[in-house]
Structures are given as C-alpha cells and as structure tokens.
C-alpha cells in the first residue's frame, strides 16, 4: 500500500516539468544478476508474474519500497514493490511500465502493474487480501478495471474513490527497477499525479461492508472471497 501524507509538498514548476518529461530506456538482459534473469526468463506472461509473485511471502517488515533487485534478492513483496517488479519483467517482454494506483479514503492506496492485451486491459498485483491481486486482460477501460477492485477493497476502512494511471519512465528519475536504496520518489509521486474520481454506490458500499465485517466476526483468520465477477481475477 502507498500510505498518504496528512500534508502536500510544495514543488516548484521547474521540478515538475522535468519529471514530466524524463524518459529512460530498458536495461539490457545483461545487466540484470543471473537470478533476475532466471526470474524474467521464466515469467513472459503477465499469468506468470502473477504467480511468481503470489508466491511470495508478503512483506511486513517495516514500511519499504525496493526494486525488482532487492525483491528478488530478499524474497519477499509488498504491493508497490510488486507493481515495480512486474514492470521490470515485463518490461523485458515488450509491455510498457505503467502502474495504476487506487486511491482510497482511508488513505492507504493499492499499487497495481497495468498492462493493456489485444486492446483490453488487465493488472498484475500483490496484496494481502486476494481480491486485490490481479485482473485478466477483459476490460474495456481502465475505469471499468477500477471498478472491478471496488468490492474487494471494502475491509472497515478502505473505500476506492479514484485512480490515477502512470508511466514510471515519465513519472520518476530514479531507479525504479535496479536500485539497491528504497525508491521512495515512486511513491511521492504517485500520490501527488493526478487521479479521475470513481464515484460509488453508499448502500452497495454499506452492504458490502455488512457482509464483510459479519464474515470476519465468525471467521477472523479466514480471508473473504465472496465477490462478484471471480473469473476475471488472474
């Protein structure tokens, strides 16, 4: 999760423009260690990076934003680690880094790899709730694919009230795929780009939550799974 600050920091023009307007290139195969490579080589499909990431521990140590590097090197993920590890992969295979991030009132954003097949739309993702993993390639916008996670976002909290859409070779100058340091750039500017409004249902929100929060009274240790329109989560 991407957690927002209760303050927004000031930028000047002169920064933002020159955000706006890096551009960075791949790295070759080559500049990758072997067990990266072996990771890229073995995961083509956006089917596969999601299983590779799925079976990952989730990473609960601390708040942190590393790289494919250190993912692949500590073995465990959080959400936006996650999204940047699939761009780095499938970066490798053809796909443009995008992410999507879904903003939520509660202040803790999901950050999802968004790809685009055959003119639909679909994620690769890593959360600890199942339903925030990812989407097959059946969607016709974007909007429509934020709507699919609006449901399995409800946990007591967390309600989605917009998404934003970001290429990382436009959003960041730092290494977002390599680096051995935290990246936390990637996730300052996530939060301050601009994000369409995703207006919701109150009372299917309101049911939503009855439903899930009845489940977790009987079933603490249990995850919830009963969601509409499960075929089309990766």
Not at 29 to 53: G, H, W
Not at 73 to 91: K, Q, V, W
Request: glycine letters at 6%; charged letters at 30%; proline letters at 6%.
């Amino acid at each position: 999760m991407v957690v927002r600050p209760t303050k927004k920091p000031v930028y000047s023009t002169q920064t933002r423009r020159r955000r706006s307007i890096h551009m960075d290139s791949p790295p070759a195969l080559s500049d990758f260690t072997p067990a990266e490579q072996s990771v890229i080589r073995r995961c083509p499909t956006p089917m596969k990076v999601q299983n590779y990431l799925r079976s990952l521990p989730y990473n609960l140590h601390g708040h942190t934003l590393r790289t494919f590097r250190k993912v692949v090197a500590d073995g465990t993920a959080n959400c936006i680690e996650a999204a940047l590890s699939a761009a780095t992969i499938m970066e490798q295979h053809g796909f443009q880094p995008l992410l999507l991030d879904l903003e939520s009132v509660d202040g803790l954003d999901h950050v999802l790899f968004l790809f685009r097949l055959k003119g639909r739309w679909g994620t690769v993702a890593r959360s600890r709730d199942v339903g925030l993993h990812g989407r097959k390639p059946v969607f016709r916008s974007v909007r429509d694919l934020a709507f699919s996670y609006v449901d399995p976002y409800v946990d007591g909290e967390g309600r989605i009230k917009g998404y934003g859409v970001a290429n990382l070779n436009e959003l960041v100058s730092v290494d977002w795929r390599l680096s051995e340091r935290n990246v936390w750039a990637v996730e300052r500017d996530l939060i301050y780009m601009p994000h369409k409004k995703l207006k919701t249902s109150d009372q299917r929100h309101e049911q939503m939550l009855r439903r899930f929060m009845h489940f977790k009274e009987e079933h603490p240790d249990k995850p919830y799974t009963d969601y509409k329109g499960k075929d089309s989560w990766l």
